[in-house]
C-alpha cells in the first residue's frame, strides 16, 4: 500500500508551543494526536471494505510506523497478518499474495475496490482537524497540569 502523510502547514504556533515543552510531554501529544487522526481514516476504511469472511475489516488496526526522525510521529493503518494469517495466501502454484492488495487494486482478471484510497480521500480533512484539535487540546492539558 502506498505511504500517505500528513503535514502540518501553517501550524507555527503549534510547534512553538511543543518547542517550549519538556520533550517527553510534547511527544506525547503528538503521538496521540497522530493516533486519533490515523483512527478517522481506519474507521471509514472498515466501512468500505468489502466483506467475505469478514477478516480483512477485523484484521484493520493502527500501528506506530519505526521512527524516522527524531521529532516525527507517524502512524499506518495496517492489516493484522498474525491474527489474521490467511491474509497471506499461497496459490496452487506456489505464488504468494496479500489479500488486502488484490482486492485494493485487483489483478489482470479482478478490478480493484480501492477502499483504502477512498478512506483516505474522503477523511483527510477530517483527520487533519481530528490533529490539531487533539494538539490544541494536549497543550492545553499539558499548560493547565503546570
Given at each position: 500500500?502506498?505511504k500517505?502523510?500528513?503535514?502540518l ?16 510531554v ?8 497522530m493516533?486519533?487522526g490515523?483512527?478517522?481514516v ?5 466501512a ?12 484493520m ?31 496452487a502454484?506456489g ?11 485487483g ?9 483504502m484510497r477512498?478512506?483516505?480521500d ?8 481530528v ?16
Amino acid at each position: 500500500m502506498p505511504k500517505l502523510t500528513i503535514t502540518l502547514e501553517g501550524a507555527e504556533n503549534l510547534e512553538r508551543a511543543l518547542d517550549v515543552m519538556e520533550a517527553k510531554v510534547a511527544k506525547k501529544i503528538t503521538k496521540r494526536a497522530m493516533r486519533e487522526g490515523a483512527k478517522v481514516v481506519l474507521r471509514q476504511a472498515k466501512a468500505n471494505a468489502p466483506v467475505d469472511t469478514g477478516n480483512l475489516k477485523r484484521s484493520m488496526t493502527v500501528r506506530a510506523a519505526a521512527k524516522r526522525k527524531r521529532g516525527e510521529a507517524s502512524f499506518n493503518v495496517m492489516f493484522n497478518t498474525k491474527k489474521y494469517p490467511d491474509l497471506v495466501t499461497t496459490t496452487a502454484d506456489g505464488k504468494r499474495y496479500f489479500y488486502p492488495t488484490v482486492v485494493e487494486y485487483g489483478t489482470s482478471t479482478r478490478p480493484g475496490n480501492g477502499f483504502m484510497r477512498r478512506a483516505w480521500d474522503s477523511q483527510k480533512a477530517a483527520a487533519l482537524r481530528v490533529i490539531m484539535g487533539q494538539f490544541r487540546q494536549g497543550i492545553t492539558d499539558a499548560r493547565a497540569a503546570r
